[in-house]
C-alpha cells in the first residue's frame, strides 16, 4: 500500500457531520454498559496516580463524551455487518464493546493475547474488531484531518503562532518520527525497512498546528528515507509547488506564508529551517524563536506515541499494508480528542517530548534555494527589530 496523506476526501456515501462538526454524540457513554463492561474487564487493582481522572478514563485515555462520539461515527459500519462477534461465553459484543476493545488495543500496544484474555475474548476476535474499526474510522474521521479550508481558520492558526514566538504569518510545524517494527532477517524484503539507526521502521511525517493538531500527514515510507525525500515526494510539497498551498500571500508584516521545520527538512521559500552557522545576533535570535515554535510539532508526536502506544513500542511482525491504516487511525484519534477539548489526555504527563529517541538529527544539505534563503533572511530581520519575548 502506498503512502498514506492527510489530505484525502471522504467519500460520497458518509454522513455530514453536524453543524458543529461532531455528529450527533448528544448522550455520553451509557452508564449500564460501563458498570457491566468494568465487571467484566479484568484490570486487578489498576490504580491511578492521578487522583483526577477515574477508572473509565485511565483504561482509554479519553472522556466519555469523546468515547461516545468515536461510537456515533462508526456505528454505521460496525453494526452493519450480518456476522457478530461474541465473548468467550456466547455473549455478542456490542457497539460499545467492540470500540473499547479496539481503543484498548491502540491505546496499550498490548498483544492480541493480551487484550483477548482481558476481555475474555479469541485472539482472532480482537484482530477483526481492531480492523473494522480502524476501517471505519478511516471512512468516516477524515475531516479531523485536513488542512484549513477557509481565510478566517488559518488566520486564527497564524495568530495563534506569533502568539508563541513572534514568527508572523507561521502556518504549521512539519516533523518526522520512526514507527520501528520487528522483522525477521530472514525475510529477503525487511533491509528495505532497515534505517540509519539500525532499526526496522517506517516513518511518519506531520505538520502541526500551534494546538499540536494534525493537519496533513504522510506515512508507509521506509525510514532508511531522508527527511527531506519524504517531504519532497509529498503531496503537500507539490500543492506547495503548484501554487496551491502556501502560494505566497503575504500578512500585515509582508512576510509571505511558510511553515518550519527542522535542519532535516529543506530550505524553501515556503518552509524555513534554522541557520547552521549563527552569524549574527538576528540569525541567533531567528533560531531562538524557531525552536521554540517547533517544539508543538515534537511535543504532538510525543503526545501521540503516548497515548496510542501500538505506534511507540517495536511492533512485532506487523502488516506492512495495514500498518499506515493503523498509524492514520492513530493520528485521527489524536486530532479527535484536540476537537472535542478533551481535557483526559491532558491530565497525562509526558516523560519527555522526546518523540524518537535514539535517533540523530538529520542534516538536509543537499537542497539551496536562493529564494527560500532571502525568504529567510527577511524573516530573521522582522524578527531581530522585535523586542524579545
Not at 33 to 59: V, Y
Not at 218 to 238: L, Y
Request: charged residues 25%.
Amino acid at each position: 500500500m502506498g503512502p498514506i496523506r492527510g489530505n484525502r476526501k471522504r467519500k460520497r456515501g458518509d454522513k455530514k457531520s453536524d453543524e458543529n462538526g461532531y455528529g450527533s454524540a448528544a448522550s455520553e457513554c451509557s452508564l449500564d454498559w460501563w458498570d457491566d463492561f468494568s465487571r467484566r474487564l479484568r484490570e486487578g487493582g489498576h490504580q491511578s496516580p492521578m487522583k483526577s481522572l477515574d477508572k473509565f478514563e485511565l483504561i482509554f485515555k479519553i472522556s466519555r463524551k469523546t468515547f461516545t462520539y468515536i461510537c456515533s461515527l462508526v456505528k454505521e459500519d460496525l453494526t452493519s455487518k450480518s456476522r457478530e462477534f461474541t465473548f468467550l461465553n456466547g455473549r455478542p459484543l456490542s457497539l460499545h464493546d467492540q470500540v473499547a476493545v479496539a481503543l484498548r488495543r491502540l491505546g496499550t500496544g498490548g498483544s492480541l493475547a493480551v487484550i483477548a484474555g482481558s476481555f475474555g475474548l479469541n485472539n482472532s476476535t480482537v484482530s477483526q474488531v481492531t480492523w473494522r474499526f480502524v476501517e471505519a474510522l478511516e471512512q468516516r474521521a477524515l475531516h479531523h484531518l485536513k488542512w484549513p479550508s477557509t481565510e478566517l481558520e488559518m488566520a486564527e492558526i497564524k495568530s495563534k503562532f506569533q502568539k508563541l514566538q513572534g514568527l508572523p504569518n507561521c502556518c504549521g510545524v512539519v516533523d518526522m518520527t520512526h514507527i520501528t517494527m520487528l522483522l525477521s532477517t530472514s525475510d529477503p524484503t525487511s533491509n528495505v525497512w532497515l534505517d540509519g539507526e539500525e532499526n526496522y521502521s517506517m516513518v511518519l511525517q506531520v505538520i502541526v498546528d500551534p494546538e499540536m493538531r494534525f493537519l496533513d500527514i504522510v506515512t508507509g515510507w521506509p525510514g532508511k528515507m531522508d527527511d527531506w525525500a519524504v517531504f519532497q515526494n509529498s503531496t503537500f510539497q507539490k500543492l506547495c509547488e503548484n501554487g496551491e498551498r502556501l502560494n505566497g500571500k503575504k500578512g500585515s508584516s509582508d512576510i509571505r506564508e511558510y511553515i518550519i521545520g527542522d535542519s532535516g527538512f529543506p530550505l524553501l521559500p515556503y518552509l524555513m529551517v534554522p541557520y547552521e552557522n549563527e552569524l549574527s545576533d538576528g540569525s541567533s535570535e531567528f533560531n531562538r524563536r524557531h525552536l521554540g515554535t517547533r517544539l508543538v510539532a515534537q511535543r504532538a508526536l510525543a503526545r501521540l506515541k503516548e497515548s496510542w502506544k501500538i505506534i511507540r513500542g517495536q511492533m512485532w511482525r506487523p502488516d506492512r499494508h495495514r500498518m499506515p491504516r493503523f498509524v492514520l487511525a492513530c493520528c485521527l484519534l489524536h486530532n479527535i480528542a484536540i476537537d472535542m477539548e478533551d481535557e483526559v489526555q491532558a491530565a497525562i504527563p509526558l516523560s519527555s517530548d522526546e518523540h524518537d529517541s535514539g535517533y540523530r538529527q538529520q542534516i538536509c544539505g543537499s537542497v539551496f534555494d536562493m529564494k527560500g534563503a532571502e525568504m529567510r533572511d527577511e524573516l530573521s530581520l522582522y524578527l531581530s527589530q522585535r523586542l524579545p519575548s
